[in-house]
């Protein structure tokens, strides 16, 4: 079974430019997680989708982070503007079952630096 | 509001000898809790996790965790350490529902030494 992808590894811009990470979840599964992870923290949710609606999006920087999830599978998360204090790695993860404690799979990250 | 302490952000071990990595959780609900170990440059992979059935919970590569509600807490044990254990640990706790939100921990990384 494939995991979690994520496109791409790393990533280097400087501040106010704008970026774009990708993620392919786990097929079949209906739930897709992005984090965002700073050096020396845990990862912190910044989206939940459920298939291709938004559950929680309450940590997300609305004035310069998006995320789409368009028919269910993929997701796109874009920062525009980028700031220095974005520099983290972006985590994206996927469950099988909505709702649940079902275990989140986890991508490898994409890993942002602002310059 | 769910969060969660790791006491000890470096924890270091000879080979063979016991690992113990420490997680505290507040909840308001009964909690879901989580281990997760994160290799250089790799995402995070589950070891274990409680969710409300038996409070010693068995996981992968020889890990356990025992939740004990009175001390509000899920340590990560295993009997033996190998050098293959050494990665970044992560504690994270859940209220479960429609919003299965982790929160996680800062983190304890963990040195294994021959």
């Known amino acids: 079974e494939a995991g979690v992808a994520q496109s791409p590894r790393y990533k280097i811009i400087e501040k106010r430019q704008s970026v774009a990470f990708w993620c392919n979840p786990i097929?079949?599964?209906?739930?897709l997680y992005w984090y965002q992870q700073i050096l020396g923290q845990g990862p912190k949710l910044l989206i939940q989708?459920?298939?291709?609606?938004?559950?929680?999006d309450s940590q997300l920087p609305k004035d310069r982070f998006s995320a789409e999830r368009l028919k269910g599978v993929d997701s796109t998360l874009k920062i525009q503007p980028a700031k220095l204090e974005d520099s983290a790695v972006y985590l994206c993860?996927?469950?099988?079952?909505?709702?649940?404690?079902?275990?989140?799979?986890f991508g490898p990250g994409t890993r942002l630096t602002v310059l | 509001a769910q969060s969660v302490t790791q006491l000890g952000s470096h924890v270091s071990v000879s080979e063979g000898a016991l690992v113990l990595l420490r997680c505290n959780y507040s909840?308001?609900?009964?909690?879901?809790l989580f281990w997760y170990v994160q290799y250089p440059n790799q995402g995070l992979q589950l070891l274990l996790k409680?969710?409300?059935?038996?409070?010693l919970v068995k996981g992968i590569n020889g890990f356990e965790a025992e939740f004990k509600k009175s001390e509000t807490s899920f340590h990560l044990t295993k009997p033996s350490a190998h050098m293959s254990d050494a990665a970044e640990y992560f504690c994270?706790?859940?209220?479960?529902?429609?919003?299965?939100?982790?929160?996680f921990g800062t983190g304890t990384l963990l040195a294994v030494q021959p």
């Open positions: 993860a996927s469950s099988l079952v909505p709702g649940s404690t079902d275990t989140q799979y």
């Open positions: 097929s079949g599964h209906a739930t």
């Open positions: 989708f459920q298939n291709n609606g938004v559950v929680d």
């Open positions: 909840s308001s609900v009964p909690p879901y």
């Open positions: 409680y969710t409300s059935a038996a409070t």
């Open positions: 994270a706790v859940s209220r479960g529902g429609a919003t299965n939100k982790l929160i």
